[in-house]
């Protein structure tokens, strides 16, 4: 009975032994074995001076026992690996005898140590270099992402603030001609007094009559002279062209009443041709001017410069006060200064010369101010 169970027994024992040695034969026993024998060969390479061979075994022999202690906590392999490295160590002394140098698992001489050195040095720096490169390049970028982002930042800035501008001036554009709508309807009041009195002048009118029409002129003008003001409408091309439009027909006016009154007066017969000529190109002046206010209130006061029509570009016109118009000469004495009583002359105090163009005969034209383009 006794005999049996230890039968049994070693049978169990067997059978585990087995089993163990089976599942670690691929792997850690078997690694350190050949590890082992690894070491043993490196020994009598070393023992018969073969340094480099020995090295190699030594090396491979502390690869397949890292493997094998990898793969159990089991001891043997790690002493092994540490008896490895001292057999290395001690080659290395063998190594420097012989003059050679350990280096990357090979015995090099010295020159080719020494080589080795320089190459690993030369790919330290080259590599350092490259590191160096792709740092600038990466700080490159940086910079430029930063640059860009700011270009960015600055464009929408920039779109921002002309959008706002924009966004003003289509307010004042609004507001203007809304002020626009409001001084149209009052400038077209005394155009149309302009005008009807232009059409009166074409057909004949009377002194009387057109008095009463200057009078209503007057009247117009001075409620849209108040307004415009009030409103500072004055610098507008159409009010100017109206106001001059309206002073010369009140000045046409005023030399018909000169003319009229002249008969009792000395120079009688010069004053009231002169009185005449002044009417009549006043007249015309008028009706320029009035068209011209049509026009620019037409077009909402966008009209285009152009050579001016009156003094056509030459900035200057005939001066209509002269004796005869352009001639420089004083119109009541016709130049010689003296009146038909044999005194000096009223008008130029002696000198024969025109007041108003002190005798050149020339005067800005009313019509562009001596620019001679208009408006
Ligand atoms: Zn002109
Ligand atoms: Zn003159
Ligand atoms: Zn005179």
């Avoid at 706002?164 to 007094?193: C, I, N, T």
């Avoid at 002696?350 to 019509?367: M, W």
Wanted: aromatic share 8%; with cysteine.
């Amino acid at each position: 009975m006794k005999k049996d169970f230890f039968r049994v027994s070693k049978v169990i024992v067997i059978t585990c032994l087995v089993f163990i040695f089976g599942c670690s034969k691929d792997t850690s026993l078997t690694l350190y074995q050949e590890a082992k024998q690894l070491k043993t060969e490196g020994d009598t390479a070393t023992q018969n001076g073969e340094l480099q061979q020995a090295l190699d075994k030594y090396l491979e022999a502390i690869e397949k026992s890292t493997k094998a202690s990898q793969k159990s906590d089991w001891m043997l392999p790690k002493i092994l690996q540490k008896d490895c490295k001292k057999s290395i160590e001690a080659l290395k002394f063998l190594a420097e005898k012989k003059d050679l140098f350990e280096y990357n698992g090979k015995f090099l001489s010295k020159e080719e140590y020494e080589e080795a050195l320089v190459n690993e040095g030369g790919k330290l720096i080259a590599k350092k270099k490259e590191e160096e490169r792709l740092e600038e390049e990466k700080r490159k970028l940086e910079e430029r992402k930063r640059e860009e982002a700011e270009q960015r930042r600055v464009a929408e800035e920039k779109r921002k603030e002309e959008e706002e501008k924009e966004r003003l001036r289509q307010v004042e554009l609004r507001k203007m001609q809304q002020e626009y709508d409001a001084y149209l309807p009052e400038a077209q009041k005394v155009l149309d007094v302009l005008e009807r009195i232009g059409a009166y002048l074409e057909v004949g009118i009377n002194y009387s009559d057109f008095g009463s029409r200057i009078q209503d002129l007057n009247y117009q003008w001075k409620k849209f002279d108040e307004f415009a003001m009030e409103k500072g409408k004055t610098g507008l091309i159409s009010y100017r062209m109206l106001k001059r439009a309206t002073d010369g027909y009140i000045l046409s006016f005023s030399s018909w009443k000169t003319a009229a009154d002249a008969a009792s007066k000395e120079f009688a017969i010069m004053e009231k041709l002169h009185a005449e000529n002044i009417r009549q190109t006043m007249w015309s002046y008028a009706g320029i001017f009035s068209a011209k206010a049509s026009l620019t209130l037409k077009s909402r006061e966008n009209v285009l410069p152009d050579t001016c029509p009156l003094c056509k570009g030459g900035k200057k016109v005939e001066c209509l006060f002269c004796a005869v118009a352009g001639t420089g000469k004083c119109p009541l004495c016709l130049g010689d200064g003296k009146s038909i009583s044999g005194g000096t002359c009223s008008s130029c105090k002696g000198s024969g010369k025109c007041k108003e163009c002190d005798g050149t005969g020339e005067v800005e034209c009313l019509l562009c101010d001596g620019k001679g383009v208009w408006p």
